[in-house]
C-alpha cells in the first residue's frame, strides 16, 4: 500500500465531498432466469459518485461488479433482466430511456472500456475505422475534420502515437490496445467512465501505465470513474473510494484510507485482513466457507454463515444500509444503532 | 501482400496441374483397354474390312497419335502439350480436337456454376448470419429451416423433383434443353429470355442443394462471433444494430466461409456436371458423359484435367483474396 497516494486521494475527496453527485444509482435489481431457478445477480444495489472521484468495486466473483457495470449500461443480456432500479447520469434516468435514447446514451454519457481488451477490437478493421464509425453513430453531423481532431486528441490523451489510426489490432500490443479502448471511451467526454478490469490481463508495469493514463484523461474530462476489479493494491493505490459487494450486494463503501485502515463490514475487515503484508511473511489469514450461489442465497444478511460476527437477526433479516458519520455506507446489522 | 507469398502459392498451383496431369496420363495407361483397337473393332462389325486392315489402321493411328514410342518420350511431348493447353483429338470426333470440344461446352458449364455458386453463397450466408444474430426478428430466423432440410437432398433427386413439380405438373418451366427446340441461336432479348427460362430449374436445384450447407457452417460460426468481445463492445460504443451486424459480426464470420467457398468448388462442379446431364444441357457434363459411353479417351482426360486445372487456379485466386478481408495473415 502507497500511503503517499492514499493520502493524496482521500484529500481529493474530501475536496469533492461538497459537489452534487454526477451519477446515482438507486435499488439496482438484476436477476438471471436459468434453468436452475433464479439467480438474484444484484439485489438492491446503491450509491452516489461525484464527478472527478473515482470508485473502486470490489468483490469475489460471482459477487455481481460485472453484472452492476452491464446494468449501468443496460446492456444485460437474456436470460438476465433488470427489474427495477433507477440509474441517473447527470440528470438522466437511463432506466427511463427508450432503446435508442439508451443507444445514444452509451459512449456520450456513460462509458464502458471492457474487461478483454485483448479480444475488444475488430480484428479486421483498423483501429481508425472502429473510432471514426463510434463518433458517426452518435454526431452525425460532426465534419470529417471535427472526426479526425476528436481521434487525434483522444488517441494523445492516453499517451498512443496518432499513426496507430492507421493500425489493425494484431499490430498492437496488449497494453496499446489496453489504451485504444480507453481512447475509444473517452472519445464523446463521457460523464461516467466504468473500467471492467482494464488491468487482468496485462503485467505490472503496463498495468501501472494504464492506471496512470485513466487517472490522466479523468483529470482532463473530470468525469466519475467506477473500477472494477480484484487487485487491492492497485485500489488502495489509484482509487477515493473502495465499495465492496458479496453476493449481489454493497457491503460498504468508504474512501480509501478508511477502508484499508479501519473497515467496518465484517466482511470487509476479513477482506482487508487477508492481504499480505510485508510485517507477517508468509501467513495468510483466508476467509472461511466459500461465497453463497446466488440460486441458494442464506436468509437474512448473506454473509451471515460465514461472519464471526453473526447474530440471530443475522440469520433472519436483511441488514439495510447504515449512512455512517463521514458519509460511509455499511450493510450490517452491528451498525444499526449508530446511523 | 509479399512477392514471396505470391511465389509461394505460384509454385504449389504448378506443382498441383502437374501431379493431376501426371496422374491423368499414368492412370489410363495401366488399364487393359486400348481405346484404338476397341474402336476399330466396333468399325469392323459393320463389316467392309479385309481381316489385315484393322490391324495396319491400328499401327497407323498409333503412329499419328505417337503411342509407339517409349512411355518416357510420349510423357514429355503429353507435358508439352498440356503447357500449350493442347489435350490433342477426339478419338470420336475427329478432327475435332479436345481443346474446341471444352471451349464448345464450356460456357454452359461456367455460368451455370458461376450464377448458383455466387447466389447460393450469398443466399446462404445471409440466411445463417441472421439465424444466428440474437437481434434478427422470429420470422426471419425461421426462414433459414426449410433449407437446413434441403441440405440432405442430392442436387439430382432435387432436380427430378423439380422437373416433376415445376416443369411437367405445374408446366411453368421448360422441361429441358438449352433453348426451345426450333429456335436458331442468335443474339436476340427472346432468345437470350428462353435460354434463362431454361437454365432456372437447374439453377434452382443446385442453389437448393447447396444454400442448406452455408446456412449451417455459417450459424456455427455466427454463434461463436455474436459473443466475441468486440462485438459485445460494439455495442457499448453506442453503435447502431445494423452497423455491429455489417462491420463486426458479417464480416468476421464470413472469412472462414471464403475458406469454405475454395473447398466446396470441387464439390459444386461434380453436382453440377450431373444436374446439367439431367437436364441436357449442353456443358462439360453431357459431353463428359458421351464421351466416356464412346471410349473417347482425350475427352476423358481433357475434361478432368481441365476441372482439376480449374479448380486449382480459383483456389489460389481465393487465397490472394483472403489477406483482403483479413489483415492477420498478410504479413504471414
Known amino acids: 500500500m502507497n500511503l503517499a497516494t492514499t493520502e493524496n486521494a482521500s484529500s481529493r475527496n474530501a475536496a469533492a465531498a461538497g459537489a452534487s453527485p454526477i451519477l446515482r444509482v438507486q435499488d439496482l435489481v438484476v436477476t438471471y432466469y436459468t434453468d436452475l431457478g433464479r439467480a438474484r445477480a444484484l439485489d438492491g444495489v446503491s450509491f452516489t459518485l461525484e464527478a472527478g472521484m473515482k470508485m473502486g468495486m470490489v468483490g469475489e466473483s460471482g459477487s455481481g461488479k460485472s453484472t452492476l457495470a452491464l446494468a449501468m449500461m443496460r446492456m444485460i443480456k437474456p436470460p438476465g433482466r433488470i427489474e427495477g432500479g433507477h440509474v441517473w447520469v447527470g440528470g438522466t434516468d437511463l432506466q427511463s430511456l427508450d432503446d435508442e435514447g439508451m443507444r445514444k446514451a452509451r459512449l456520450s454519457k456513460i462509458a464502458y472500456i471492457p474487461q478483454g481488451a485483448m479480444n475488444s477490437l475488430n480484428p479486421v478493421t483498423r483501429i481508425g475505422e472502429q473510432m471514426v464509425d463510434a463518433i458517426k453513430s452518435h454526431l452525425s453531423g460532426e465534419s470529417r475534420q471535427a472526426i479526425n481532431d476528436r481521434c487525434v486528441w483522444a488517441l494523445k490523451s492516453v499517451d498512443l502515437d496518432p499513426g496507430v489510426f492507421h493500425m489493425y489490432a494484431h499490430e498492437l500490443s496488449g497494453g496499446m490496445k489496453q489504451r485504444v479502448c480507453i481512447a475509444i471511451g473517452i472519445l464523446l467526454r463521457p460523464e461516467v467512465i466504468i473500467a471492467d478490469e482494464p488491468t487482468s490481463a496485462l503485467d505490472v508495469v503496463t498495468q501501472r501505465q494504464v492506471m ?17 476489479g480484484h487487485d487491492m493494491g492497485l485500489m488502495a493505490q489509484t482509487m477515493d473510494r473502495v465499495a465492496v459487494m458479496y453476493a449481489g450486494r454493497l457491503v460498504e463503501v468508504a474512501t480509501v484510507r478508511e477502508m484499508f485502515t479501519d473497515p467496518k463490514h465484517p466482511y470487509s475487515q476479513a477482506l482487508i485482513s487477508s492481504l499480505p503484508t510485508l510485517d507477517n511473511r508468509g501467513q495468510f489469514k483466508g476467509i472461511p466457507g466459500l461465497a453463497p450461489s446466488l440460486l441458494r442465497l442464506p436468509s437474512g444478511c448473506a454473509f451471515h454463515p460465514r461472519c464471526p460476527l453473526a447474530s440471530d437477526r443475522s440469520r433472519s433479516e436483511k441488514p ?11 450493510a450490517c446489522h452491528i451498525y444499526d444503532q449508530e446511523s | 501482400m509479399n512477392f514471396k507469398l505470391i511465389a509461394k ?12 496431369s501426371t496422374i491423368v496420363f499414368f492412370v489410363p495407361r495401366l488399364s487393359p483397354r486400348n481405346a484404338l483397337r476397341e474402336r476399330f473393332a466396333e468399325l469392323a462389325r459393320s463389316g467392309g474390312f479385309a481381316p489385315g486392315d484393322i490391324e495396319k489402321l ?8 505417337g503411342l509407339d514410342k517409349p512411355l518416357l518420350e510420349q510423357y514429355w511431348t503429353y507435358l508439352g502439350n498440356i503447357i500449350r493447353m493442347d489435350f490433342g483429338y477426339s478419338l470420336n470426333r475427329y478432327p475435332a480436337t479436345v481443346t474446341d470440344i471444352i471451349s464448345q461446352a464450356l460456357p454452359w458449364t461456367f455460368f451455370l456454376l458461376l450464377f448458383t455458386t455466387i447466389l447460393s453463397f450469398i443466399i446462404g450466408n445471409l440466411l445463417g448470419a441472421i439465424s444466428a444474430w440474437p437481434k434478427s426478428p422470429r420470422w426471419l430466423r425461421g426462414i433459414a429451416t426449410p433449407f437446413v432440410l434441403l441440405t440432405g437432398v442430392p442436387p439430382v433427386i432435387m432436380g427430378v ?28 432479348w427472346d432468345f437470350a429470355v428462353d435460354v434463362l427460362r431454361h ?20 450459424r456455427g460460426m455466427g454463434v461463436t462471433i455474436q459473443g466475441e468481445d468486440y462485438v459485445n463492445f460494439a455495442e457499448h460504443k453506442g453503435l447502431t444494430g445494423g452497423r455491429i451486424f455489417r462491420d463486426y459480426y458479417l464480416r468476421n464470420t464470413l472469412l472462414p466461409q471464403v475458406t469454405g467457398l475454395a473447398l466446396a468448388l470441387g464439390t459444386l462442379v461434380t453436382s453440377a456436371l450431373v444436374v446439367e446431364q439431367l437436364f441436357g444441357l449442353p456443358g462439360l457434363g453431357q459431353v463428359l458423359n458421351n464421351a466416356i459411353r464412346s471410349n473417347d479417351f482425350p475427352v476423358i482426360y481433357g475434361i478432368v484435367l481441365f476441372i482439376t486445372i480449374a479448380i486449382a487456379v480459383l483456389m489460389a485466386v481465393l487465397e490472394f483474396i483472403y489477406p483482403l478481408l483479413d489483415p492477420r495473415v498478410r504479413n504471414q
Open chain 1, 212 to 228: 496512470e493514463t485513466i487517472d490522466k484523461v479523468q483529470d482532463e474530462l473530470n468525469s466519475a470513474v467506477i473500477l472494477i
Open chain 1, 320 to 330: 439495510k444500509v447504515n449512512v455512517l458519520p463521514g458519509g460511509r455506507l455499511v
Open chain 2, 9 to 20: 502459392r505460384l509454385s504449389f498451383l504448378v506443382l498441383v496441374i502437374w501431379a493431376a
Open chain 2, 58 to 65: 491400328i499401327t497407323n493411328m498409333n503412329q499419328q497419335f
Open chain 2, 161 to 188: 423433383l423439380l422437373l416433376f413439380f415445376i416443369g411437367f405438373r405445374l408446366k411453368l418451366l421448360p422441361l429441358g434443353g438449352p433453348y426451345s427446340i426450333g429456335i436458331v441461336p442468335n443474339w436476340s
Open chain 2, 199 to 218: 437454365q432456372m430449374l437447374p439453377a434452382l436445384a443446385l442453389v437448393l442443394g447447396s444454400v442448406g450447407g452455408w446456412v449451417l457452417s455459417m
